[in-house]
Nanobody
């Protein structure tokens, strides 16, 4: 069992930055791949980024490549999403999730989810 709690969301102007954190409970955190997803009002939940259990492999949605960076610190059971050059279209609720399965880009693959944190980017 893994419990996830996101933090770090907020209101930022276009071009600004935010760093999201996802704190996990449980000693098995380091055995899970971790993903970030986002959901805008009226839209489906979409994949944003993935990092494998060790942090050696990452994968991003095309729209955020070069702007967002996912990382993790297994010593403190936390995964991060550094978001730079934010755009209004990045506005959404951001969720972190944990999986031991593939494919890594689909919602159905993930077994545990946080409650989400709101990110709002003003133009």
């Amino acid at each position: 069992q893994v419990q996830l709690v996101e933090s770090g969301g907020g209101l930022v102007q276009a071009g600004g930055s935010l760093r999201l954190s996802c704190a996990a409970s449980g000693r098995a955190f380091s055995t899970y791949g971790m993903g970030w997803f986002r959901q805008a009002p009226g839209k489906e939940r979409d994949f944003v980024a993935f990092i494998n259990w060790s942090g050696s492999n990452t994968y991003y949605q095309d729209a955020v490549k070069g702007r967002f960076t996912i990382s993790r610190d297994n010593a403190v059971n936390t995964v991060y999403l550094q978001m730079n050059s934010l755009k209004p279209e990045d506005t959404a609720v951001y969720y972190c999730a944990a999986t031991r399965r593939i494919p890594k880009v689909t919602v159905e693959t993930y077994d545990y989810w946080g409650q989400g944190t709101q990110v709002t980017v003003s133009s």
